[in-house]
């Protein structure tokens, strides 16, 4: 499997074991990372045309990986 961008632990590296840690301990964090996980896949799979959107739909997409990235970030900053 080719390398996916954006991955949770590729996007705040010094905080990956605290990415970690919350997603057993945290059960809003937790599914907030899975659905930033399907979100960040179906980005993928459009940038590489294996499932192919309109650009519309790529950009909300983008915009709502980016929202989930923001409030991550947010609890990843307070914990």
């Given at each position: 499997?080719?390398?996916?961008?954006?991955?949770?632990?590729?996007?705040?590296?010094?905080?990956?074991?605290?990415?970690?840690?919350?997603?057993?301990?945290?059960?809003?964090?937790?599914?907030?990372?899975?659905?930033y996980?399907?979100?960040?896949?179906?980005?993928?799979r459009?940038?590489?045309?294996?499932?192919?959107?309109?650009?519309?739909?790529?950009?909300?997409?983008?915009?709502?990986?980016?929202?989930?990235?923001?409030?991550?970030?947010?609890?990843?900053?307070?914990?």
């Amino acid at each position: 499997m080719s390398h996916t961008p954006h991955e949770l632990a590729a996007e705040f590296p010094d905080k990956a074991a605290l990415i970690s840690e919350l997603k057993q301990k945290d059960a809003h964090f937790a599914k907030l990372s899975e659905e930033y996980h399907e979100v960040n896949r179906a980005v993928h799979r459009a940038e590489t045309n294996l499932e192919p959107v309109s650009e519309q739909a790529e950009s909300e997409l983008r915009k709502t990986r980016a929202a989930l990235k923001d409030e991550l970030w947010g609890i990843l900053s307070k914990a």
